[in-house]
């Protein structure tokens, strides 16, 4: 019985995991035919087998043999079953490198484990109440929306400075410089465009005035000042009819996240799932 539940176990896992006996024997250094004949439970591994194979799935070497069953958690109870017992603080710091470490975690495991590219988009639920959610205390802020419009999540945690650096005149002009070319129509049209999979990562203003109905001198100003504030790049290309400006940018995730931000904010719904605390003071001592 033992072995026909191990022989059940490892083709659940491998089926779960999107793999095939082939890659599996492939990264055992074993025969496909072996694989084949554990899953059939005609025989089973070595004893030096059980860890990497566990390790490979993600499980324990109990759960592999079919001993004990891996409980499924929700996302939350597992989170907060890390933060049971931390103080504030540390509960702070330990959210912040969460969310650090999330992402390129991710898109390691999507890199490496799965080899086949999958075209299909993804966005997150779309739950029938809008879900939007604004946690808020002195040193962090954290703001969620989910739905069919917007998909965002920010958060803002207090820093050394008090962000004294938004009283320095320089840093204000620059600042000021994004929201000015930000408030230009013309501009959210110019930047729908170029970061739409319908742009090329290196164009022209005459490329991008074609495709957008501006007029193509302000294009061009549109594309110069979109250089000083993003990651957008220029470079003069000579031809023989003369010497053209040719712009390269791959989109800039700052730049889109803080529109949508600022579509939220002013025609999200004021509906919140979890408001926790609204005020936002984040500043101390003016």
Known sequence: ???????????????????????????????NKTVSKWEKGISSPD????????????????????????????VREALLND??????????????????????????????????ECTEAVFPQTRPKFCR??????????????????????????????????????????????FSFLSQKDSLRLLYFIH??????????????????LPLQKTRDLLDALCEISTCKCTSAHLTQGTIKVYECRGDGVLLSIITLAYEQMCGKNYYEQNYNYSCKMIGEA
């Open 83 to 116: 933060f049971h017992g931390l103080e504030r603080k540390e509960a702070i710091l330990k959210a912040f490198e969460l969310v650090r470490h999330t992402v390129p975690a991710v898109n390691d495991f999507i890199c490496k484990e799965l080899r086949d």
């Open 47 to 74: 004893l030096s087998l059980l860890p990497p194979l566990a390790k490979y799935f993600g499980v324990s070497t109990d759960t592999l043999l079919g001993l004990q069953q891996e409980t499924q958690k929700s």
């Open 133 to 178: 959610t604004r946690i808020a205390r002195p040193d962090c802020f954290s703001f969620t929306a989910s739905h069919t419009d917007v998909n965002v999540s920010v958060t803002l945690l207090g820093n050394e400075s008090n962000f004294s650096w938004l009283k320095d005149e320089q840093v204000q002009s620059k600042i000021a410089k994004l």
């Open 1 to 31: 019985m033992q072995e026909y539940t191990f022989a059940q176990t490892l083709k659940s896992l491998r089926k779960k995991k999107g793999v095939t006996q082939k890659d599996l024997a492939f990264f055992l250094s074993v025969s």
């Open 196 to 213: 739409s999979k319908a742009c090329s990562e290196s164009f022209t203003a005459d490329y991008v005035a074609t495709h957008t109905d």
